[in-house]
Antibody, heavy 119, light 110 residues
């Protein structure tokens, strides 16, 4: 069974940092590109970042470019999102999602982890 | 302001059909056959309903169908059921190798 489990969310002050993790199981992690998608409370979905299977290709939304870094460890079946210089508008549930069809569309999602940026 | 434009809400009675539109540009929806549709119930992760404009993942009822004309993609739900009441989001791959989502459409089953 494919499972994606996010962790690392929490309360952080503006300007602070947080590192999210996504533990993958039930599939060959190293064969898939992965995405981070977020959803602010009561708002819509926002794509954050994507990383290819071998980390050769990495893309970011303009809203996080220069502040967030996506990475992965295929040996540990894990995806990461390092978030620096956090702002109130980064408050959201962060989901990791598997790119199932090579076009960023995702059938498998984690349950999400809440990041709250507030003083 | 979302890059892809969706109606904020649509409604329909059980058994009826509804269509949700998703309008972008030639740099996203119009330029690629990489439009997806997601269903999201409150407090749940999104569920993929359509990928590559009109393909249904395994397990998605054939009441759900997708299409595209020019810069506008559409999701049609036929034989509306109570459990279809949810938020629906379109997404599209873009010329910048990024992904854009629509603002979301709340479907109410009357």
């Amino acid at each position: 069974e494919v499972q994606l489990v996010e962790s690392g969310g929490g309360l952080v002050k503006p300007g602070g940092s947080l590192r999210l993790s996504c533990a993958a199981s039930g599939f060959t992690f190293s064969s898939y590109s992965m995405n981070w998608v977020r959803q602010a409370p009561g708002k819509g979905l926002e794509w954050v970042s994507s990383i290819s299977s071998s980390s050769s290709y990495i893309y970011y939304a303009d809203s996080v470019k220069g502040r967030f870094t996506i990475s992965r460890d295929n040996a540990k079946n894990s995806l990461y999102l390092q978030m620096n210089s956090l702002r109130a508008e980064d408050t959201a549930v962060y989901y990791c999602a598997r790119d199932d069809y090579g076009d960023y569309s995702a059938f498998y999602w984690g349950q999400g982890t809440l990041v709250t940026v507030s003083s | 302001q979302s890059a892809l434009t969706q109606p904020a809400s649509v409604s329909g009675s059980p058994g009826q059909s509804i269509t949700i539109s998703c309008t972008g540009t030639s740099s996203d929806v119009g330029g690629y056959n990489y439009v997806s549709w997601y269903q999201q119930h409150p407090g749940k992760a999104p569920k993929l309903m359509i990928y590559e404009v009109s393909n249904r993942p395994s397990g998605v009822p054939d009441r759900f169908s997708g299409s595209k004309s020019g810069n506008t993609a559409s999701l049609t739900i036929s034989g509306l059921q109570a459990e279809d009441e949810a938020d629906y989001y379109c997404s599209s791959y873009t010329s910048s190798s990024t992904l854009e989502f629509g603002g979301g459409t709340k479907l109410t089953v009357l």
